[in-house]
């Protein structure tokens, strides 16, 4: 069969990737695919910057337009990131009846919905596979290889960079400033860190799992965001102390009236296998009614796993091409006239486990007085533990560990736990998963 | 879409599992394939026993031929098991131009070359996801998900059975034996365990993974295997000292001149994240070029995980049915006319770290008696343990960790160690694998 020709708008660290993967295992992804894959036409803004691979025999153009126009161009790959220019450029291609791969999970998060529409229209293929946890192919595991499962929950490490500082929190004992530091250097991190450690990244990535796990619109806004910069090296401590680890979780879970959909840190059992993922890789354990618990593990960022996963959906697009478009794949895993409209929940209405950790008084009594607080909220105890103050402190850590309450009955606790003469300065409040995993 | 007609071979717990499957979950997974499953036909041999699930609407043969042969039926489940009459069975219903999905590993180890062959000149496709690791999606992962990386090697705990006796041991000290017992009475390991603790079900499973990942026709026969019925307390306590622990691993290695295929418990270090998975539960490790390591878990056997890897299939099915056959993902990853000839290499060139240990006179000397047989075997230590022997005993045991050597030059040191006068009884020698996991 003749090669499949490839348009790549974007030629920053993973479209270098993609050029070097092709080259070096062509001749291996042609053996499985049945056809060459030919990337032919790239776009860069800047054509002077070097680009750490071959583009010998390449058109090179300086705008994405001329790669979506080019005639011979049957695929675009967007791999420019952001919103704007790449939502009008995918469109674009669409319009012109041209299959899309991209990597963008910001796009995808908040357009999504209005792409896939246009493509059905146009009678082509979205793949996204390169957008949620990089090399892994989740996408696939959910909306392909777990069809026969109803997905009760999902929960996700699916931001590296959090990770690898929480793993470093953990295991040197770091703040998270120096871990954040360290995770810069190692350029895991961008300068402005906000998107990766604020849990933004995750957010659009839940949304896209949380969509596909459900069968449900994606909708950005509904997810619940919270990030890593208040947890301190206490908490990862006391969590370790109490059998726990402190992963950041974008979690999303099936419930009566609606579906939660968060981003946080989360203390899990030390002993479920996904505690166990270390510095930046990724992973997501997702339960459905028939297999049980299943977990995708590997690296979710980077040139080469990315280009991995960008690779397999241009595979899997060379096999879509010739099938009937009522038989290929839906882009949310359920039809698009069969999606659920069950709603997102308020995050007041999540449904959890607590860490609590607060300065109080050190003197007795003012345990239980925080206890009997808690008591009359109706929240009971697991454990609580009174580390031992710094000499001569006269304030001392209160850490308590709660069992699954409604967050708003949590809410209306520390509300009153605030109160407190004997208890100062803020109270910080982890949720607590046990994702039902030996 | 009008629904999807399926005929069933076979009516036991994994038979009734797909029935209750689709029985519960039908609406959601038509909300996902775009039709319905209707499992219209089946056939048992005894059509008086209790089958734990509902059978009404179904018709019922005693001759899985009268399935097969039902205009109505447009593909075929065969979960009889075993090789014939399977084999025979899965060939006629490929002839009738009915596609097939099956969960008979055995089968497809031993003849899917000629069965894939079948199925090609019919037009049709024969899934087997459920073959391997039960609900774990490992097949598409591997054939699909992978589909850009040259896989370089892939690790997998793929028999629960013996997972869950090497846990057992470790966890609660246990004896082989009692683990075993332990394991029949959860009905995890058959009355006759041979096929799980002697490695037989793992290496088919680890016949096909091979040759999906390294696109070579399938051999059982060049698969090297080992059971873990040899495989002491001793052994566990020690590995755990050393920071290892003892799985029961089916390894795939792409060499130079050939491939590794080989089953045997193997050392793993402790932080490695597949050493961390524990009772039936199983997972494969997958290296590719450009993912680096990658991780799939979850049940790999039961009804229900079982059933959710042939629904899956189904639905695989459904979407490849109106494909271009030559558009279709090929049944062992690459195409049938690129299929490698690379040959597998005999076990005496495989190139692993060894744990020995050995029952030896305890007195001064005798360690480095073996040492020096070793190093002049060109065989490099990298750990050597002297446990204290109990109190009184003349002989102790004595445990070296070596680097990589290859397999033929670690049988001709041991050859000359089993000749020693002081080292007595049988040399337990247990393969190490660093997994380069971190």
Redesign the interface.
């Known amino acids: 069969?003749k090669p499949l020709r490839v348009g790549m708008l974007g030629l920053g660290t993973v479209g270098a990737?993609v050029i070097n993967?092709?080259a070096?295992?062509g001749a291996?992804?042609?053996?499985?695919?049945?056809r060459a894959i030919d990337i032919m036409h790239v776009s860069a803004r800047d054509l002077s910057k070097p680009r750490g691979c071959a583009l010998d025999g390449l058109t090179v153009s300086a705008h994405a337009e001329a790669v979506i126009d080019d005639p011979e161009v049957e695929i675009v790959v967007e791999l420019i990131g952001g919103i704007e220019p790449a939502r009008e450029l995918v469109l674009r291609a669409i319009e012109r009846r041209k299959h899309v791969v991209t990597a963008n999970k910001a796009l995808i998060a908040l357009h999504g919905n209005a792409i896939f529409a246009a493509a059905r229209e146009h009678g082509v293929v979205v793949a996204f596979?390169a957008a949620v946890a990089g090399?892994?192919?989740i996408i696939?595991?959910i909306?392909?290889?777990?069809?026969?499962?109803?997905i009760e929950w999902l929960a996700g490490i699916i931001n590296g960079t959090s990770n690898y500082i929480l793993t470093e929190m953990r295991e040197r004992g770091a703040s998270f400033g120096d871990a954040l530091a360290a995770a810069q250097r190692l350029g895991y991190a961008e300068a402005d860190p906000g998107f990766d450690v604020g849990g933004i990244d995750a957010a659009h990535k839940l949304t896209i799992l949380g969509a596909i796990a459900f069968?449900k619109p994606l909708r950005f806004a509904g997810v619940y965001t919270e990030g890593i910069a208040a947890i301190e090296p206490d908490d990862v401590r006391y969590a370790e102390q109490l059998g726990y680890r402190i992963k950041h979780l974008g979690i999303a879970r099936r419930r009566d009236l609606g579906v939660e959909l968060r981003v946080h840190p989360t203390l899990i059992p030390e002993r479920s296998?996904i505690a166990?993922?270390?510095?930046a890789m990724n992973?997501v354990l997702v339960h459905?009614?028939?297999?049980?618990?299943?977990?995708?593990?590997?690296?979710g960022a980077g040139a080469?796993?990315t280009?991995?996963?960008?690779?397999?959906d241009?595979?899997?697009v060379?096999?879509a091409?010739?099938?009937?478009p009522?038989?290929?794949?839906?882009h949310l895993?359920?039809?698009p006239d069969?999606l659920s409209q069950m709603p997102v929940l308020p995050i007041s209405e999540a449904h959890t486990a607590y860490y609590l950790r607060m300065l109080a008084d050190d003197r007795p009594g003012v345990l239980a007085e925080v206890a009997t607080v808690l008591g009359e909220s109706g929240i009971s105890l697991q454990a609580v533990v009174q580390p031992e103050p710094p000499h001569g402190a006269a304030r001392a850590n209160l850490v308590f560990l709660s069992y699954p309450v409604r967050e708003a009955q949590m809410d209306a606790a520390l509300a009153r736990i605030r109160e407190l003469d004997t208890v100062s300065g803020p109270v910080t409040r982890i949720r607590v998963e046990h994702l039902d995993v030996?």
């Open positions: 069969m990737g993967l092709l070096r295992n291996e992804i042609a053996r499985r695919a049945g596979e090399g892994i192919p696939k595991a909306r392909e290889g777990l069809a026969g499962n109803r069968g296998l166990s993922v270390h510095g992973a459905g009614d028939a297999v049980g618990p299943s977990l995708y593990y590997g690296a080469e796993p280009a991995s996963a960008v690779v397999a241009l595979v899997d060379v096999r091409h010739t099938t009937d009522d038989n290929r794949v839906p895993a359920f039809q069969a030996a």
